[in-house]
T-cell receptor, first 114, second 114 residues
Framework: DTGVSQNPRHKITKRGQNVTFRCDPI?????LYWYRQTLGQGPEFLTYFQNEAQLEKSRLLSDRFSAERPKGSFSTLEIQRTEQGDSAMYLCASSSRGPRSTIYFGEGSWLTVV | TQLLEQSPQFLSIQEGENLTVYCNSSSVFSSLQWYRQEPGEGPVLLVTVVTGGEVKKLKRLTFQFGDARKDSSLHITAAQPGDTGLYLC??????????????FGKGTLLTVNP
């Protein structure tokens, strides 16, 4: 399977705990994105990497959220001191370089904060 | 704020009927993508359109990009229960230097009843 891979697929955590999600993009893609999707809504952009550089962060990404892509390959999204409002599906996507490159999504990581 | 409006939000039809989903914005897209999403899964790409007036067909699905690249439609002919799902349009805007990321509509939840 050469698609975008995310894990864990599901995570249930208690409020206040930290969680980390991992994303492995399509191997030749140098662009990586994180989105968040809540029930009844389309995905919302969180952040974007080109290689290892984080080039944009949405205002949705509070200071409790941090994303890294240390070697320009896989990426991690960490949420510290989780809140119930963080419950959502976190989607990773990747694309090749170019203004009209198609963006491919992973299967998502469901987070439930109880 | 760049908004992408998708309609209808919900659609329930009988097997064999035709339907059209619309996606509209006041801004110009550099490209637009249509995705289909199943519950608990990530969006799966159906098509990418980049040229104004472009029409693409995928079996019983026909996608059209408006001449001005501000709107798009998805038409399904003779819908089948297997077409049930959330249909999302997502556009990369041509201006503002953000043509690398997608803005999503809220989606159209289609139910095809046997």
């Amino acid at each position: 399977d050469t698609g975008v891979s995310q894990n864990p697929r599901h995570k249930i955590t208690k409020r206040g705990q930290n969680v980390t999600f991992r994303c492995d993009p399509i191997s030749e893609h140098n662009r990586l994105y994180w989105y968040r999707q809540t029930l009844g809504q389309g995905p919302e952009f969180l952040t974007y990497f080109q290689n290892e550089a984080q080039l944009e962060k949405s205002r949705l990404l509070s200071d409790r959220f941090s994303a890294e892509r240390p070697k320009g390959s896989f990426s991690t999204l960490e949420i510290q001191r989780t809140e119930q409002g963080d419950s959502a599906m976190y989607l990773c996507a990747s694309s090749s370089r170019g203004p009209r490159s198609t963006i491919y999504f992973g299967e998502g990581s469901w987070l439930t904060v109880v | 704020t760049q908004l992408l409006e998708q309609s209808p939000q919900f659609l329930s039809i009988q097997e064999g009927e035709n339907l059209t989903v619309y996606c509209n914005s006041s801004s110009v897209f550099s490209s637009l993508q249509w995705y289909r999403q199943e519950p608990g899964e990530g969006p799966v790409l159906l098509v990418t359109v980049v040229t104004g007036g472009e029409v693409k067909k995928l079996k019983r699905l026909t996608f059209q990009f408006g001449d001005a690249r501000k709107d798009s439609s998805l038409h399904i002919t003779a819908a089948q229960p297997g077409d049930t799902g959330l249909y999302l349009c997502a556009g990369a805007y041509a201006s503002g230097g953000s043509n690398y990321k997608l803005t999503f509509g809220k989606g159209t939840l289609l139910t095809v009843n046997p």
